[in-house]
């Protein structure tokens, strides 16, 4: 059921001006109160040409965000595909560009992504009081089963179809002569792991070296594609909203959860931002206190002046901090000792 409320989306035209007059596709969109769905609500309400909504079996909500942009004069249109799937993916390249009035888009946001449900990564299962042996050995292999099945999934997802996904719409750049801007969705987790969803974790560790595999790769036809990487902390989405008022899940990293539309607002804020200044770009949004601390116990309970108690322990600041993982190569004496020669 469709529950946005879309006036929380709609931007200052300076805010919001990275959509305007952009043909918007974005992965992952069709989930009633996910990231992908405030996205695209983003660009559709604040003069996106086009916005493509895609989903995989959240069809239903899909519809129904598309109807809702609709209604609000935006050319928006369905996308239904597994990102996975290379034949269903490449399937669906004619289909966008009609839709998008002959052109291909200009701003693809890889969004799509899952999450396990949570076990922990290398450590086998509890044992039973009188359990059985086998009974035991055929518990934790099928747990074990289980588990790195649904880790599959999630590296499969994030990675094959960011990667896929790329593939496509930076080869129909350069086919057209018309520039993209790739923003590939991580999390904060790829830096500062959380436990019990390794494939997640992973996977968003993996999606941040799409940037500069890319431009390496297009290499003089690199002036044809800008992208960057968001690293966002935990949004109430419907991954998450069980944890919304567990502090032992999120308040590690922040006060406390993101809405949905204000994860948008401070996208909108990023994207404003010219493409030349985020390209290669690793961006990480920061909830912090007022104060302009992070999570823990108490955090988010500054009073301001003037607010209401309500208004202080619900304040929240949130900024764009850079990311750059530095490789740096150290001498190994041992090996310079004995170093091989051929």
Request: hydrophobic share 40%; with cysteine.
């Amino acid at each position: 059921m469709y529950s946005a409320q879309q006036d929380l989306f709609r931007f200052d035209p300076e805010l919001g001006g990275g959509f305007a007059g952009r043909r918007v596709l974005i992965t992952g969109a069709g989930r009633d109160g996910g990231i992908g769905q405030a996205f695209a609500l983003t660009a559709g309400l604040n003069g996106a040409e086009s916005v493509g909504v895609h989903f995989h079996r959240s069809y239903e909500d899909g519809f129904d965000l598309v109807k809702r942009l609709q209604a609000e004069g935006v050319n928006a249109f369905p996308l239904q595909a597994d990102v996975t799937n290379l034949r269903d993916l490449w399937a669906t390249r004619s289909y966008v560009i009609e839709q998008m009035g002959g052109l291909p888009p200009n701003l693809v946001i890889c969004n799509s992504g899952l999450t396990e449900r949570g076990y922990t990564f290398g450590r086998a299962l509890r044992a039973i009081d009188d359990e059985p042996t086998a009974i035991r050995r055929a518990r934790v292999r099928q747990h074990f089963i289980d588990s790195l099945e649904e880790s599959r999934t999630v590296l499969d997802t994030k990675i094959d179809g960011f990667l896929a996904t790329t593939h496509l719409w930076a080869g129909e750049a350069i086919h057209h002569s018309e520039p993209v801007r790739f923003v590939y969705v991580s999390s904060r987790q790829a830096i500062d792991p959380g436990p019990s969803v390794p494939g997640y974790a992973i996977s968003n560790w993996a999606v941040l070296q799409l940037p500069a595999v890319l431009k390496v790769n297009l290499g003089s036809a690199s002036e044809y594609a800008s992208c960057l990487s968001v690293l966002f902390p935990f949004v109430r989405t419907g991954m998450t909203n069980e944890y919304a008022e567990n502090e032992r899940v999120y308040g590690r990293w922040q006060p406390r959860m993101l809405e949905p539309h204000e994860c948008a607002e401070a996208f909108a804020q990023l994207l404003s931002r010219p493409a030349d200044e985020t390209d290669l770009g690793m961006y990480e949004l920061l909830v912090e206190s007022p104060d302009g601390t992070a999570g823990g116990e108490g955090a988010g309970q500054v009073t301001a002046a003037g607010a209401t108690e309500e208004e202080a322990t619900a304040a929240v600041r949130v900024v764009w901090k850079q990311v750059r993982l530095d490789v740096t190569e150290h001498e190994l004496p041992w090996s310079e000792q004995t170093a091989l020669r051929f």
